[in-house]
Antibody, heavy 117, light 110 residues
């Protein structure tokens, strides 16, 4: 079965860090650009970041630039999102997704990040 | 990176058609044919409905169609069914280059 599985979410204090992982099964991530998208409780989808298939290109939303870092390990079929200096407004479900035909076509089930003291 | 503008809600009766608009700028929707639409039901991940303005992935019913005129893209759902009740989001590639989503539209099937 083709699927993406996110992990690494949890409860973290303001100012803390988390590293999210997105592992693929049933297919190889190495051919895909990959995205992270987040959704705060009761709110809409917000694009966070993307990385090219060979990791040579990364892009970030202004709201996380300098705070989050996207990376990938194609040998491990996994994409990562390192999140530092976390704030309450980073509380959200974080989804990873593959890009195909300039759209996000395969999505994971999401991992929940809660920033609170 | 302002969000694309969608109506907060739309509604329709079974069998009717509804259209959801998605307004951007010349830096995103108006320039790039890289507009996509997603359907999300509560507690689940988004599902791709339309890519490249008007293309349906395999498995998506042809009741769902997309179009674009200038800075505004649209999703039309014809022959509404109860199972179509969900939140719908548009997205576009931008010149930054980044991606941007709309604020989402809640579809209610009356």
């Amino acid at each position: 079965e083709v699927q993406l599985v996110e992990s690494g979410g949890g409860l973290v204090q303001p100012g803390g860090s988390l590293r999210l992982s997105c592992a693929a099964s049933g297919f190889s991530l190495s051919n895909y650009w990959m995205h992270w998208v987040r959704q705060a409780p009761g709110k809409g989808l917000v694009w966070v970041s993307r990385i090219s298939s060979d990791a040579s290109t990364t892009n970030y939303a202004d709201s996380v630039k300098g705070q989050f870092t996207i990376s990938r390990d194609n040998a491990k079929n996994t994409v990562f999102l390192q999140m530092n200096s976390l704030r309450a407004e980073d509380t959200a479900v974080y989804y990873c997704a593959t890009q195909s035909s300039y759209a996000m076509d395969i999505w994971g089930q999401g991992t929940t990040v809660t920033v609170s003291s | 990176q302002s969000a694309l503008t969608q109506p907060p809600s739309v509604s329709g009766s079974p069998g009717q058609s509804v259209t959801i608009s998605c307004t951007g700028t010349s830096s995103d929707v108006g320039t790039y044919n890289r507009v996509s639409w997603y359907q999300q039901t509560p507690g689940t991940a988004p599902k791709l409905l339309i890519h490249g303005v008007s293309n349906r992935p395999s498995g998506v019913p042809d009741r769902f169609s997309g179009s674009k005129s200038g800075n505004t893209a649209s999703l039309t759902i014809s022959g509404l069914q109860a199972e179509d009740e969900a939140d719908y989001y548009c997205s576009s590639f931008t010149s930054s280059p980044t991606w941007v989503f709309g604020g989402g539209t809640k579809l209610t099937v009356l």
